[in-house]
C-alpha cells in the first residue's frame, strides 16, 4: 500500500518568512495530492491540492509543487502570518478506484511574532 | 448545506463498553471514510463505504470494530468491549466521489475517552 512520509515534524519560522513543508509517497499510481490544516482540536481543512496532471499550482500565499518522477510535493507558505500555527498534514490517494487518502505524520508549523 | 455532522463530539466511556460514533455526511455525498487520529499523531485511514457498502476495510481493526452506512440514516462507527487503546479522535470525512476525485469533507470529529 501506500506509504507517505513528511518532513520535518515541527516547524518554526519568523512572521513574514516563508515555510515549506516536504512530503514523499511510495506508489506511483497516486494521483491526487491534498494539504490539510489542523487547527488545535478543529477538523483538518483542506486548503491546497495537486493533481499529477499539474507541477504547481498556487492559491494566493499557499503553493504546492509535484515531482512525480521523484514522488514528492511541496507545501510552500510565503509572507507567514500567526494564523498560519497549526498542524499541516500533505496525503496522497492510495488506489485508483478506492480513493482513499494515506495521510502523513504531520508537521506542527508555528509562527513566531 | 450544513457540512458533515458527527456525534457527539465527546464520548466517555468505561472499559468494555460499546461506543457508536454517528456521521452524516454532506448532502448529495455517498462516500464515506473514517478515520483514526491519536494525540499528536497523524490521520489513520479505517474504513470506506458507499451507501450499504464496505470498499475497503483495511484499517479497521479485525475484532471489536464495525462500520456500516446503511440507504437511510447516518454511518455508524461502533466500538465494542473498549479499551484505553481506544481513545483517540475518530474523524468522518464524506465526498461526493471518491477523495481522489474532489475535495473530501471531514467533520469535527468524535473524541473518545476510555476510562
Known amino acids: 500500500g501506500e506509504n507517505v512520509e513528511q518532513h520535518p515534524s515541527t516547524l518554526s519560522v519568523q512572521e513574514g518568512d516563508s515555510a515549506v513543508i516536504k512530503c514523499t509517497y511510495s506508489?506511483?499510481?497516486?494521483?491526487?495530492f491534498p494539504w490539510y490544516k489542523q487547527e488545535l482540536g478543529k477538523r483538518p481543512q483542506l486548503i491546497i491540492d495537486i493533481r499529477s496532471n499539474v507541477g504547481e499550482k498556487k492559491d494566493q500565499r499557499i503553493a504546492v509543487t509535484l515531482n512525480k518522477t521523484a514522488k514528492h510535493f511541496s507545501l510552500h507558505i510565503t509572507e507567514t502570518q500567526p494564523e498560519d500555527s497549526a498542524v499541516y498534514f500533505c496525503?496522497?490517494?492510495?488506489?485508483?478506484?478506492?480513493?482513499?487518502?494515506?495521510f502523513g505524520t504531520g508537521t506542527r508549523l508555528t509562527i513566531i511574532p | 448545506n450544513a457540512g458533515v455532522m458527527q456525534n457527539p463530539r465527546h464520548l466517555v466511556r468505561r472499559r468494555g463498553q460499546e461506543a457508536r460514533l454517528r456521521c452524516s455526511p454532506m448532502?448529495?455525498?455517498?462516500?464515506v471514510y473514517w478515520y483514526r487520529q491519536l494525540p499528536e499523531e497523524g490521520l489513520k485511514f479505517m474504513v470506506y463505504l458507499q451507501k450499504e457498502n464496505i470498499i475497503d476495510e483495511s484499517g479497521m481493526p479485525k475484532e471489536r470494530f464495525s462500520a456500516e452506512f446503511p440507504k437511510e440514516g447516518p454511518s455508524i462507527l461502533r466500538i465494542q468491549q473498549v479499551v484505553r487503546g481506544d481513545s483517540a479522535a475518530y474523524f468522518c470525512?464524506?465526498?461526493?466521489?471518491?477523495?481522489?476525485?474532489?475535495?473530501?469533507?471531514f467533520g469535527q470529529g468524535t473524541r473518545l475517552t476510555v476510562v
Open positions: 506508489d506511483s499510481a497516486s494521483n491526487y
Open positions: 470525512a464524506s465526498s461526493p466521489y471518491g477523495q481522489g476525485s474532489t475535495e473530501a469533507f
Open positions: 496525503a496522497a490517494n492510495a488506489d485508483f478506484g478506492n480513493e482513499k487518502l494515506t
Open positions: 448532502k448529495g455525498h455517498s462516500h
